[in-house]
């Protein structure tokens, strides 16, 4: 099993800051593509903003682009009706990563959620990100919102782009497989389980395509971060541990929902007690009861041992990002779906890049340290400490349901 990505140079790496940039970036990169894309994300939202990127995939399947785009259950549980009809006359093949049955998430197995956000277009330009197809100043909860969403995702050449395309193809195929059985269409399900295990013969090194000038200024050295349920269960909790225990300055992690293990809170720990300023900008917001209060009753350990934690309040955070070192000789940094929760580092499908680049690093550190200094307040231990019985008892209450939830998965965090 392969804990760790080979970073590879050969390179062009570009970060995406919010919705609004992320979709126009798309809307080029789907108006300019010639033979395929393929899309993952978790919710596809067809309010404002969001409908620009409909629109885009709807053109590239007119004229003749081959566009498969998978959703996950949860996150989209239903394609509206008129944007099924145009998906369908376009030519736009749409498939839902596990449909909620009757029951809906009362059994433990429909908690495994397809939560990556990628993006592949001719086998050569690729997305990556926590960014759901989601208008940044909407929320299908809380309606209008005062201030877009707090979120980041990478646009990328090089050889990062050919095992993203593998990864989300042969889900593709396992999943037309397991539709061809239910449906009884065994010799074609036979044919698509095959075809998941086969490499792809279209796909090529795009770092080929990268001028000598974009080589020689604008080559970053990175690797694809999976976590899934069969061989990448763990690679990126491993990634973040070995980062963290190697960083020697300075560490800051941005985390939409943060409820960190046993190994993720004693590895921040040691590092804020060897003198590693560690900084973790989180969800000031009350969005949803359960990542809300559960992440809550962690704060003391690591308030403690001098780990600085501050709540994002401008707007809901669902960044899910970190970067470590940036201004010395080996930076890291890593732009992706995956919270620092049980839900996406045991269950759910989940995908980030990792950088390890001097300048793409910084600029990320810049990024969130201004949040950090403009846009979050600070957690204070004695404040904490003194937060009413009422608080601590929902934040009890949801760690303890999390908890209940992991043993009836039969995980162990």
Known sequence: ??????????????????????????????????????????????????????EALERAALRGVRVWVVVDGVGTPSLPAPWRQRFEKAGVVWLTYSPLSKLGLLIPSRWRRLHRKLCVVDGQLAFC????????WYDPQYGTLAHPRFDFAVRARGALVQPMLETMTQLWWRMQGVRHVRQQEFPEAFS??????????????????????DRAHNVSKAGLLLRDNVLYRSQI?????????????????????????????????????????????????????????????????????????????????????????????????????????????????EANVVVADKGFAQKLHQRLTHAIDTQSTPVLSEVYSQ?????????????????LALFLTGNRY
Do not use: C
Not at 6 to 27: C, M, N, P, S, T
Not at 312 to 332: G, I, Q, R, T
């Open 1 to 54: 099993m392969r804990h760790s990505p080979l970073l590879r140079d050969g390179h062009q790496i570009q970060l995406i800051e919010g919705g609004q940039a992320y979709f126009e970036a798309l809307v080029v990169a789907l108006d300019q593509a010639h033979s395929q894309v393929h899309m993952e994300t978790y919710i596809f939202n067809f309010h404002g903003a969001a409908s620009m990127v409909a």
């Open 129 to 136: 990100g926590g960014i759901n197809i989601l208008d940044d």
């Open 192 to 213: 698509s389980f095959r075809a998941a295990g086969l490499h792809l013969p279209w796909t090529h090194d795009a770092a080929a395509d990268l001028s000598t000038h």
């Open 237 to 349: 909790e491993r990634a973040y541990l070995k980062a963290i225990g190697t960083a020697r300055h300075d560490i800051i992690i941005a985390n939409a929902y943060f409820l960190p293990g046993r190994r993720l809170r004693k590895a921040l720990i040691h590092a804020a007690q060897r003198g590693v300023r560690v900084r973790l900008l989180l969800q000031g917001r009350y969005e949803y009861f359960m990542q809300y209060h559960a992440a809550r009753p962690v704060y003391g350990e690591l308030l403690a041992a001098g780990v600085e934690i501050h709540e994002y309040h401008a707007s809901f955070l669902h960044a899910k990002v970190a970067v470590m070192d940036a201004d010395n000789e080996h930076p890291w940094a890593t732009v992706g779906s995956s919270n620092l929760d049980p839900l996406s580092l045991l269950l759910a499908r």
């Open 387 to 403: 937060r009413p019985w009422h608080q601590r008892g929902r934040d009890r209450i949801a760690f303890g349901l999390m908890r």
